[in-house]
């Protein structure tokens, strides 16, 4: 069962929190990062990518940039840019796009339960996309971006965190710039912190929703303090990582979309025909195709767009895996006929989050005479049924709005 539990928290003081809260490290490239932060320098990305406080010549993994993140975050704490809540809480945390609004609780979740497997994954990572964040983890001895998990949530839960959000003021309430609320409210009464515990305690399932390689970092942290302090109990912080659990029926999931650099020297109409051996093709002339079903596609290609829907026998008897539409793309188009076998290291494939418009993926493929596709979401429930049977879905197969902020909430693996 899962062991969710309340945390002492340092976060931004309430006049600043709106410059400090950050979108992941990971959205930016450091060209990127470095602009956000000289028109914002209190901007969280300022210690989640430390090296924008260096010339462009200074490595973006040089021992430099993780000793300036750990100075900056005990700077702002001691300048009062953070504060530090004098007992263990839980937070809740509601995020409202579109008029669409999700709410979960901020809390640590154990690292023996990522390790035996309450905490499920449904991705693999690669080690070398952890080492970063081990290492800024480490010396910063914080964890500083939320791990985004999903569960089933009991009917006492929703109803306890409704009347607590009815019965007092939130600590932070304020709009980003991408027009996304942002709402908090301080769990700190013994006998709801005690429920709380108790509900989570009950579950025993937990979902990584976002955030694989972060979690799969803080963990390993986790594991080299342990190796560190072999007499640990452990109780000790170093044992949790900072997450925010939601309801699995609250999350957003959008379509991950693929742009492909060249059609492998094809003539378009060649292309284009050789789709009609595993899909029903209907010409959209004059209209981008967003695919409104699972198993449906669209494809822009030379100025047009078309509709493509899977034949049913080209994924009946397949797994939950076999069955998604990111693998019946992968396994009928991407890899026989344009030969991209590792979508995760082939340069001539880049995903678009489902956040852009079906144009913008048409100007990507148009700039290098290639191909996009406009993918259907997959789906929470797909998402959780893989995770269960111990599978891993395909690279880059979903995309969740709205972004966890990060700076939001800090948890210190030791004091």
């Not at 979108?23 to 990062?33: F, K, Q, S, T």
């Not at 111990?390 to 939001?408: I, N, V």
């Amino acid at each position: 069962m899962a062991d969710i539990k309340p945390f002492v928290c340092v976060r931004p003081a309430e006049d600043v929190v709106s410059a400090v809260a950050a979108l992941p490290y990971d959205v930016y490239n450091r060209e990127e990062a470095k602009e956000v932060v000289s028109k914002n320098p209190k901007s969280f990305l300022a210690i989640d990518r430390a090296e924008t406080q260096f010339p462009d010549d200074v490595d973006t993994y040089d021992d430099r940039v993780y000793a300036k993140a750990a100075q900056m975050l005990k700077d702002w704490i001691a300048d009062g840019t953070f504060i530090r809540d004098n007992r263990e809480c839980y937070y809740i945390y509601e995020l409202t796009m579109d008029g669409r609004s999700q709410t979960g609780l901020v809390a640590c979740a154990s690292i023996d339960d990522y390790l035996n497997g309450v905490i499920k994954k449904h991705e693999n990572t690669r080690e070398e996309k952890e080492l970063d964040r081990i290492r800024h983890v480490d010396v910063c001895d914080a964890n500083t971006g939320p791990i985004f998990l999903a569960c089933r949530y009991p009917a006492e839960l929703l109803t306890l965190m409704e009347e607590w959000k009815n019965a007092h003021a939130p600590v932070y309430d304020f709009t980003s710039d991408d027009e996304i609320t942002h709402r908090v409210w301080v769990v700190d009464e013994e006998e709801k912190i005690r429920t709380i515990h108790s509900l989570f305690g009950g579950i025993s399932s937990i979902y990584i929703a976002d955030g694989h390689h972060r979690a799969a970092s803080a963990v390993k942290v986790g594991q080299k303090r342990r190796a560190e302090h072999p007499d640990y109990t452990g109780k000790e912080e170093f044992n949790f990582f900072l997450s925010v659990v939601f309801p699995y029926d609250q999350l957003t999931i959008l379509p991950y979309h693929r742009i492909v650099k060249d059609i492998k020297g094809m003539e378009p109409k060649a292309f284009i025909g050789s789709m009609k051996f595993n899909f029903e093709l209907m010409a959209m002339p004059g209209f981008p195709c967003k695919p409104v079903e699972k198993h449906c596609f669209g494809l822009y290609v030379d100025g047009e767009w078309f509709h493509l829907k899977a034949y049913p026998d080209i994924y009946a008897g397949k797994d939950s895996v076999g069955q998604l539409d990111v693998s019946i793309l992968q396994d009928k188009v991407l890899g026989p006929v344009l030969g991209i076998s590792d979508p995760r290291t082939d340069e001539r494939i880049r995903f678009m989050g489902g956040n852009h418009r079906l144009k913008d993926l048409a100007a990507a493929a148009d700039e290098t005479g290639g191909a996009a596709f406009a993918m259907y979401p997959t789906s929470m429930e797909e998402q959780m049924t893989i995770a269960d049977e111990g599978k891993l879905m395909p690279p880059k197969s979903t995309w969740f709005e709205p972004k966890l902020r990060s700076g939001l909430f800090i948890h210190k693996l030791s004091d």
